[in-house]
């Protein structure tokens, strides 16, 4: 996104807003913002850093959002059928051989 992002500012294509990002893990989103690193996040800490100052500077914007609703987990975990359907239905995706 940050790509993105500069490159719509070459383009002379302004985008006021923050990019919003959807996590489902609250620990995630409290040490994106928290500057006081443990033990057990070090191998995080280069990321979160990268991720903080993006969203001090107002660049990223972080919301919670449950796993349930979370759209991205049908690229990224294997589901069953009835949680694969609720995802699939509010992407939008039809299946074409069954047209409604």
């Not at 800490?45 to 990268?50: A, G, Q, S, T, V």
């Not at 796993?67 to 990224?76: D, M």
């Amino acid at each position: 996104m940050t790509w993105l992002q500069s490159l719509l500012k070459d383009l002379r294509i302004l985008h006021p807003k923050s990019t919003l990002f959807y996590c489902d893990n609250k620990v995630i989103l409290h040490i994106a913002v928290n500057p006081i690193f443990h033990k057990r996040t070090r191998h995080a800490e280069i990321d979160c850093h990268f991720i903080r100052d993006k969203i001090q500077d107002g660049l990223v914007a972080t919301k919670y959002i449950p796993s349930a609703k979370q759209l991205a987990n049908v690229f990224t975990k294997p589901l069953g059928k009835e949680f694969f359907s609720t995802i699939k239905r509010n992407l939008g995706v039809l299946d074409i051989h069954y047209p409604i």
